[in-house]
């Protein structure tokens, strides 16, 4: 099932596997269209899918990595790149080392950089310089957070220190030995970076993420909900499983 709203697409599909799938077709295909292309990644649980199949692509040969720059969306700070959930970590264990993404092309925020304010404003500028992002994948937090984008009382525009939610936090604790051990702090991609991206995949999968689907798509536009801004993005796909689009459903069809 498909459909739109504004400048969104909605695809529901069946299972997490069939919504990663989709999602990896996305970004190949944008990749073979413009080998060159900047992808800006996210990390967590649900796009892990995603870079699977696309590891899977690649290894059958239907994409070839070796032009494209990537600019992940966020990182804890402070954290070392060793640690196994840093997401320098992540990225090279689910995707990097299994594809031919060439090192010098692939920019996450530094976890340890002493001069947030310089890491922040270089990686903004070293966006910029590259043309801008073509592809941003994005997952979305039971909050509505995009990237590290708390609910707030304004949007932050470019990539900045973040103190995470306490809800974001109970929510990584998961991928944690405790919750304690959870950061409190991370850098961010802001919302201005987010929305010049030319193209936006937004995945969410689960009935814990139906009802910020619900927000995100139907409610007002309010940093309350960062994700809400995305209605006002002109070319937006958002790939649902059909337990995260369980209160949506009824409305697009
Ligand atoms: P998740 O996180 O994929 O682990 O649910 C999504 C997010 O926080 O953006």
Do not use: C, W
């Amino acid at each position: 099932m498909k459909n739109q709203i504004r400048g969104m697409r909605i695809i529901v599909t069946d299972t997490y596997k069939d919504m990663s799938k989709k999602a990896a077709t996305i970004v190949a295909s944008q990749v073979n269209l413009k080998p060159n292309s900047i992808l800006g990644l996210a990390t967590g649980g649900t796009p892990v899918g995603m870079y699977k199949e696309l590891v899977e692509m690649y290894n059958n040969d239907e994409v070839d990595f070796s032009e494209v720059k990537t600019f992940n969306l966020d990182e804890y700070y402070p954290i070392e790149r060793t640690n196994d959930q840093s997401y320098f970590y992540y990225m090279n264990d689910n995707l990097f080392k299994h594809v031919n993404v060439l090192e010098e092309n692939i920019n996450i925020p530094n976890g340890k950089a002493e001069d947030i304010e310089k890491e922040s404003y270089e990686y903004d500028k070293n966006i910029y310089n590259s043309g801008g992002i073509d592809l941003q994948v994005l997952g979305i937090g039971t909050n509505g957070h995009i990237g590290f984008n708390e609910p707030d009382i304004a949007f932050e525009s470019g990539t900045h220190k973040v103190k995470l939610d306490s809800e974001t936090i109970e929510a990584n604790a998961r991928f944690f030995e405790s919750i304690d051990d959870v950061p409190t702090e991370a850098i961010s991609m802001g919302m201005k970076t987010i929305m010049q991206s030319k193209k936006i995949v937004l995945l969410a999968n689960g009935e814990g993420k139906a009802k910020i689907i619900e927000k995100m798509l139907f409610g007002e536009i309010s940093p309350n909900v960062p994700a809400s801004i995305l209605q006002l993005h002109p070319h937006v796909i958002v790939i649902l499983d059909r337990e995260a689009a369980k209160y949506i459903e009824e409305k697009i069809n």
